[in-house]
């Protein structure tokens, strides 16, 4: 797969005046399929994605480039009504990314007809003087999809300018993605590149391991365990036999989550290690070491310090 780090401070960064490129958010409330639809744009996963609402919490930015023009596109957590110093910070992370991107793409889910949320997110990029793609997404689910369409573009109502639109499925329909790529593709301004041509994303290889791991101990854990674990890589070596081993830890707020986590004999733990390790084995095309440990900080998501710790910052 493609290298997934790109730093904009290497020194490699194209410098013609006859490219263009700029920042595009992806915005739109939890779970909508905003992550599915960069993994899409960029054919490769920088991006975790589960079936639970919130799972992406920081703006992963995924980087498209050809030669002469790159997108970097921003996904961002799902704009909600926040509960913690957690949710506080992933609504930050949207309200900082619309205000310094070039375009926004507002994905939408038309199984069902707009919500709170998605009112919040329409008054969030209503009036910003950017060209708006509105994405109506899962109509391979969708009963009525024409018809949601039209009630997520009403929410537009009174915005000056241009309003694109399209549906799609950004799971199933990898052609329909690409077009609407080609369509973000003409409204880039002449710029320089941001990052070298290399890189999928700004991640450091640990932090998309991480994330990895988020997903599946997300998508394993019941109730409200899953909004309360945070990942990290500690350790990442790599054999001479081509070997990759990585070492990870999934935070937990509470003593009491940590058995929750690992389960009776140890059973969840090992589902979440070997889920995350397939699926880092298919993309990194080499044979996956995880080693996983559960620890505790007490009340991460309310704790400033911690959340820097950890990355959110
Ligand atoms: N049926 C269907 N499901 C989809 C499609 N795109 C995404 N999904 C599913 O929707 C769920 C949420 O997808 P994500 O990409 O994680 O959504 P998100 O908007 O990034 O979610 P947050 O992290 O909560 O903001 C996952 O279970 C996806 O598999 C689609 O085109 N069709």
């Known amino acids: ?18 490219t263009h490129s700029g ?17 899409t744009f960029l054919g490769t996963k920088v991006a975790p994605t589960s079936p639970r609402p919130q799972t992406t919490r920081r703006g992963v930015r995924g980087i498209f480039t050809t030669e002469t023009q790159q997108i970097v596109f921003v996904d961002t957590p799902g704009l909600h009504k926040p509960k913690d110093a957690l949710g506080k910070y992933m609504n930050q992370e949207v ?23 998605d009112e919040l997110v329409a008054r969030q990029v209503r009036d910003l003087p950017k060209p708006l793609f509105l ?22 109502e009174g915005r000056e300018g241009e309003v694109s639109e399209t549906m799609l499925s950004a799971q199933n329909n990898p052609a329909a993605v690409a077009t ?28 998309w391991a991480a994330e990895i791991i988020r997903e599946e101990a997300m998508k394993k854990l019941r109730e409200e365990l899953p909004y309360s674990v945070a990942t990290r890589v500690n350790d990442w070596t790599e054999r001479e036999d081509g070997l990759v081993r990585i070492e990870g830890e999934i935070i937990v707020e509470k003593s ?3 058995g929750m986590v690992i389960g009776a004999g140890g059973k969840q733990l090992r589902e979440i290690g070997q889920a995350a390790r397939k699926q880092l084995e298919i993309l990194l095309n080499r ?3 995880l080693g996983l440990e559960v620890i505790v900080i007490p009340g991460w998501r309310e704790d400033e310090e911690a959340l820097r710790e950890l990355g959110y910052e």
């Open 180 to 207: 609407l790529r080609e369509q973000l593709l003409d409204v880039l301004p002449e710029n320089p590149f941001f990052f070298p041509n290399s890189g999928a994303s700004d991640q450091t290889r640990e932090q």
């Open 23 to 39: 920042f595009i958010a992806i915005v739109g409330k939890p779970n909508v399929g905003k992550s599915t639809l960069l993994n």
């Open 1 to 18: 797969m493609t290298d997934l780090s790109s730093s904009p401070e290497s020194g490699e960064a194209t410098t013609s005046s006859e």
């Open 256 to 258: 009491a989550h940590k």
């Open 135 to 156: 994405v109506g997404n899962k109509t391979d689910a969708a009963k009525y999809p024409d018809e949601a369409m039209k009630l997520y573009r009403a929410l537009l």
């Open 95 to 117: 309200q900082g990314a619309l205000a310094d991107v070039d375009a926004i793409i507002w994905v939408v889910d038309l199984r069902r007809p707009p919500g709170d949320e």
């Open 287 to 289: 044979k996956v070491f």
